[in-house]
């Protein structure tokens, strides 16, 4: 009762000290002083309850009731108590009430489970409706942030102050219904986790500079993605302009967790899988950078976490989700920050700034692959000629999410240019160039957005990554600029897509206009780029991870050209692509790249003929004939690991032809004709000879010329043409359905075409 007494007697000097508001400040303290009183009954019960069943007996939810009427009175309209009276309602009436049943584990088992839900959803009800009431009683529009938001703007009875502390009191009920569907979880089941990450996601679109929030979805986090996501939402919080101190112990956590796993990883690295181990090593970075450590041992970090990224994508599965793509990139970026700062302990880890880059090389690599798939893989009506054709064609494009991080790091090289230019920038002015001229003109975006999107000088909207990434602080100035929820019109993902596309141009702008070394020179009548400065010749470690980028590109390329051969082959014009192809040696010697996409696609069976080994093993003599060298050791690999889809013609694979060779290279095509009819008979359907589309192209020009030169064992085109065409005849003789089509292979779109 002392404290009771204390506490009003300051409350009264307190409200005489705001002049007195529309409320009578007996009443408010009346109410207080009840409020108090029920407050410590309500600790009475949690202490001396002899079960958790008794914590929910009516008389006890009664007296929560209580207290929670006399502290509501307090709160809206507000009061100089206002938050003393949501504190007594959150801790007392609900919050103090749950942590007993959840330190007790009980309940999670029946009946104590069954009260436990009615009071958390009791709780839910309540923060929902103070929502309305706090949006009502302060005039808001939240209308695009909130799940149930009405706009009460109209009314205009408060002024702009006012209205902050309004968002604020929002915020913290937001936070507090995060909280509860969290508790939920517990017992409902993890659908619960996403209700309440939307919450804590809806409290920073309210209050961005806040780390609260952070810090819970942290905790709700855990430990997905071995520690990152969590350790990126501490990481956040802490350099909130408002920071929760809680969360220095949290990530400290996580970094102690993380020990033993990079321990064994640095003597491991071959038994982990590349995105788990890139997962592991960031972690560590940011556990090494957030304390005093040698140069020598985190600048040895920094090299290897480029390539172990760069290692993730050589899969053609996607290692990371875009959420936790943005959140690896925004990492990386607080990483880089904190060795570049000034007065900072870690300003002599200049390296880790060129991680970053490596990352944007890499995710530029990507993107490059992404957009061409889509491009081969549209419909012939999006990709149409029309009035409408830029549209349909974004449409198409706007589904390629890994744009998103590529933005952010582009926005973050505009702004810190001046610290990373020496860090890898000609293969980042290279890739970038080459996605850059993937997209369409320029004026032809900018007429694709409305007045209120309009992108003159610079971007307007704020793009959902830039939501994301709202409070970073070397982004600030950026964001300062943009309209971000409530006030941004809805955008639909065409013109999202579009902006960002033009965010991206932006960079390729800003590249060209670099003095006095430029990146990239615009090329303003067609709106494309090219790469100005060379590739830094002398560093190993820049020519290393070039080489690497380089390598992952064309393995990517690779993977594209297969998906696009498959679609070739599943499509309705080539349904009557024959089980087995054989090859001549041609074929195989200048177009050895094409065979290994036909094998990767497993849709036919690729026979080499004996003929076309023994030319092979010919024309490797020739000091300056690579190609059949390059062809002899493929094959020699593919046949010692036993692939089903590339084999050698058998000793027994033959079947004779009837005609009469008059020349040895017609003897020699005979050869591999003579396998076609074998395996004709032997699967009773269509054999497909591979010629190359040069012979066809010197046949209708009637040349006699050898096919290629005197570097290959070849014959004349019309003896090429003559034996098709009486062979065909005489094969058909054995089997009346046979048919035999010369391939053609455009290496220009790999597309099959028949003759």
């Not at 004779?656 to 003579?674: G, R």
Request: hydrophobic share 40%; proline share 5%.
């Amino acid at each position: 009762r002392i404290q009771i007494l204390f506490e009003s007697r300051i409350m009264g000097v307190a409200y005489k000290s705001d002049g007195g508001q529309s409320r009578d400040s007996n009443g408010v303290k009346k109410y207080y002083r009840a409020a108090l009183e029920a407050s410590h009954q309500c600790d009475n019960v949690i202490k001396n309850s002899k079960n958790l069943l008794e914590l929910f007996s009516p008389e006890n939810s009664q007296l929560r009731n209580k207290l929670r009427s006399y502290a509501e009175r307090l709160v809206v309209p507000p009061t100089v108590f206002a938050r003393k009276g949501e504190d007594l309602i959150w801790k007392k009436v609900f919050y103090e009430v749950l942590a007993h049943c959840r330190s007790t584990k009980a309940h999670q088992t029946e009946p104590v489970k069954l009260s436990y839900r009615t009071h958390v959803m009791a709780a839910v009800g309540y923060y929902q409706h103070l929502l309305l009431k706090l949006q009502e009683h302060y005039c808001l529009n939240l209308c695009g942030v909130l799940d149930f938001a009405v706009d009460y703007t109209v009314r205009n009875q408060v002024n702009g102050d006012e209205q902050q502390e309004g968002c604020r009191a929002v915020h913290r009920t937001l936070l507090y219904l995060g909280d509860l569907a969290r508790y939920q979880a517990e017992i409902e089941g993890e659908s619960f986790h996403l209700l309440s990450a939307r919450f804590y996601y809806q409290a920073l679109l309210i209050c961005p500079l806040e780390g609260r929030p952070h810090n819970q979805l942290g905790t709700l986090a855990g430990g997905n993605s071995e520690g990152v996501e969590a350790a990126y939402h501490y990481m956040r919080c802490l350099s909130s302009q408002v920071p929760f101190t809680g969360a220095g112990d949290n990530l400290k956590a996580i970094f102690n967790k993380n020990i033993a796993l990079s321990k064994d990883v640095m003597c491991n690295p071959e038994s982990y899988q590349p995105p788990k181990r890139f997962l592991i090593c960031l972690l560590l970075l940011a556990d090494k950078l957030s304390g005093p450590v040698s140069i020598s041992e985190v600048d040895q970090l920094v090299k290897g976490l480029g390539g172990d990224f760069a290692d993730c994508y050589t899969d053609s599965k996607e290692p990371f989700s875009t959420s936790l793509l943005l959140k690896i990139v925004t990492m990386a970026i607080m990483l880089a920050e904190n060795a570049l700062a000034p007065n900072g302990d870690n300003n002599q880890h200049k390296l880790v700034p060129s991680f970053v880059i490596e990352i944007m090389i890499t995710l530029l690599g990507q993107a490059v692959s992404q957009i061409r798939e889509k491009m081969i893989f549209a419909t012939n009506d999006v990709l149409a000629a029309g009035p409408s054709a830029e549209e349909r064609c974004l449409q198409v494009l706007s589904t390629v999410s890994i744009l998103l991080p590529i933005k952010v790091l582009g926005d973050w090289i505009k702004i810190r240019h001046h610290l990373i230019a020496h860090h890898f920038t000609g293969a980042l002015w290279h890739s970038l160039a080459e996605l850059l001229n993937l997209f369409p003109h320029t004026q032809a975006l900018l007429n694709m957005l409305n007045e209120s999107l309009s992108f003159v000088n610079h971007q307007k909207v704020a793009l959902p990554e830039d939501i994301a990434i709202r409070g970073l602080s070397p982004l600030s100035s950026l964001h300062s600029q943009l309209i971000f929820p409530p006030k941004t019109p809805p955008l639909s993902l065409v013109e999202e897509f579009t902006i960002r596309v033009l965010c991206l141009k932006s960079v390729g702008q800003f590249a060209a206009s670099l003095r006095p070394k430029p990146g990239l020179q615009l090329h303003t009548v067609n709106d494309t780029y090219s790469v100005i400065q060379p590739f830094p010749p002398h560093d190993d470690r820049v020519r290393s991870v070039t080489e690497r980028t380089m390598k992952a590109m064309a393995q990517q390329k690779l993977q594209l050209d297969v998906k696009s051969l498959e679609f070739s082959v599943n499509s309705n014009q080539y349904d009557s692509l024959s089980p087995f192809l054989v090859p001549v040696t041609s074929t195989v010697c200048l177009h050895l790249r094409t065979v290994k996409l036909l094998v990767a696609t497993q849709r036919s069976v690729i026979i080499i003929p004996k003929q076309v080994i023994q030319d092979l093993d010919t024309l490797k003599k020739c000091r300056e004939n690579h190609y059949s060298r390059e062809a002899i050791k493929y094959f020699e690999s593919m046949f010692k690991n036993g692939s089903w889809w590339l084999r050698s013609q058998g000793d027994q694979d033959i079947c004779p032809v009837n005609e009469q060779p008059t020349c040895k290279e017609m003897s020699d095509f005979l050869n591999i004709l003579s396998c076609c009819l074998f395996l004709a008979k032997k699967s009773q359907g269509i054999v497909t000879l591979l010629v190359p589309d040069d012979a066809v192209s010197a046949a209708k020009n009637n040349t006699a010329q050898p096919l290629y030169g005197t570097l290959y064992i070849s014959m004349p085109i019309s003896l090429y043409i003559s034996l098709y065409l009486s062979l065909s005849l005489s094969l058909s003789a054995y089997l009346p359905d046979l048919s035999i089509y010369i391939l053609f292979v455009y290496l220009s779109h790999h597309l099959f075409k028949d003759l």
